[in-house]
């Protein structure tokens, strides 16, 4: 094993900040919450579910869908009918949250997760992901698509069925409009592509844990979570928009494996938060922008929260307790069948 990770920062490109690396204190006495995710038994249609097929919601009810299915969020964050400020001025600025939010549920089982699908129906996701990509980005009230999935009740999950949302507005999340400037530097300085030149590091390095022809999975040397992975595309490209319908079956088969060696990693479905990280749609160049996808388990231990605390929400830096390199090695060592599979 390579020697702890200590005292050592380390400067994260995508979002140009350093991460502080204390893996001595990963294994320090913890005497606070535990929280083993349960694995309790989940009914394939619950009638109390807003999600499952034929079920009311706030506003009408959904289809008796068989496939992947996505409607519009029936309280969007951003609307079409945002009202023109009322207050605000050059110091307190303030601007109308326009565009709308969906919802998109991978499957009509309540009791499924992205493990759990078959290799059409995680290319369908990524297919409807990629066509909701298009058709919201091209409004003139959106200029970013943002596409997350909440897992699990540690990260604030209401609702177990499968499902993620898009979020498509006014905004460019606060990530994408950093990594927008951390590509157009790099293009700048180096005459490279950012995304190409962390790919090549990764690809090099010890820390992959899964690999197909277009996409490369690892526990990123810059890693801010225990269990961060980064889903990298082999081909420079800035959207799901870019990708070929070769290239959105393989999307959907790398996050189906990214997911199965998290559940197998403690035999435990593993909660986490799922971002697609892609160019804004605001009809700006952004060929430079590096598209990836990063997922951010909260657990460092099957029973330890990592908490955001003082240097992290006080002081708006993360500091990570562990080593990439062996992390990179935990996942890489489960197998990529699902536990529960016969
Ligand atoms: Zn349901």
Redesign the pocket.
């Known amino acids: 094993m390579p020697p702890p990770v200590v005292w050592q920062q380390r400067w994260h490109p995508f979002r140009e900040e350093w991460v502080l690396f204390t893996s001595h204190r990963g294994g320090r006495p913890w005497i606070g919450d535990t929280h083993k995710p349960a694995e309790q038994a989940v009914p394939s249609y619950?009638p109390t579910?807003a999600?499952?097929p034929g079920n009311a919601r706030l506003k009408g009810a959904n289809p008796r869908y068989t496939g992947v299915f996505g409607f519009t969020n029936d309280l969007p964050c951003f609307s079409t009918d945002a009202p023109p400020p009322e207050t605000g001025d050059d110091f307190y600025r303030t601007r109308p949250a326009t565009g709308t939010a969906e919802v998109i549920c991978y499957s009509p089982d309540?009791a499924k997760t992205f493990v759990d699908l078959t290799d059409d129906e995680c290319r369908a996701v990524v297919d409807l992901w990629a066509a909701r990509t298009v058709a919201l980005g091209a409004r003139p009230d959106v200029d970013h698509v943002l596409i997350f999935e909440n897992k699990g009740s540690l990260v604030g999950t209401s609702?177990p069925?499968p499902h993620c949302q898009v979020y498509a507005g006014n905004l460019v999340y606060g990530f994408t409009a950093r990594e927008v400037e951390s590509g157009r530097r790099h293009f700048e300085r180096t005459g490279r592509l950012l995304g190409q030149d962390v790919l090549a590091r990764e690809a090099a390095g010890p820390r992959v844990i899964a690999e197909n022809a277009d996409w490369l999975a690892c526990v990123p040397w810059f890693a801010r979570y225990a269990y961060e992975v980064l889903v990298l595309p082999k081909r420079a490209v800035s959207s799901l928009a870019d990708l070929t319908p070769p290239e959105r079956a393989s999307l959907g088969l790398m996050v189906r494996e990214v997911a199965t060696r998290y559940d197998n990693l403690w035999r435990l479905p593993m909660p986490y938060v799922m971002a697609v990280h892609q160019a804004p749609s605001d009809g700006k160049d952004h060929s430079s922008y590096p598209f990836h996808l990063e997922f951010h388990p909260p657990l460092r231990k099957p029973d330890t929260m990592k908490y955001l605390a003082g240097p992290e929400i006080g002081g708006g830096s993360m500091t990570n307790e562990s080593d990439p390199e062996a992390k990179a090695a935990e996942l890489r060592a489960v197998s990529s069948v699902h536990y529960r599979r016969p």
Do not use: I, Q, S, V
């Open positions: 619950d579910c999600l499952c309540h609702n069925h």
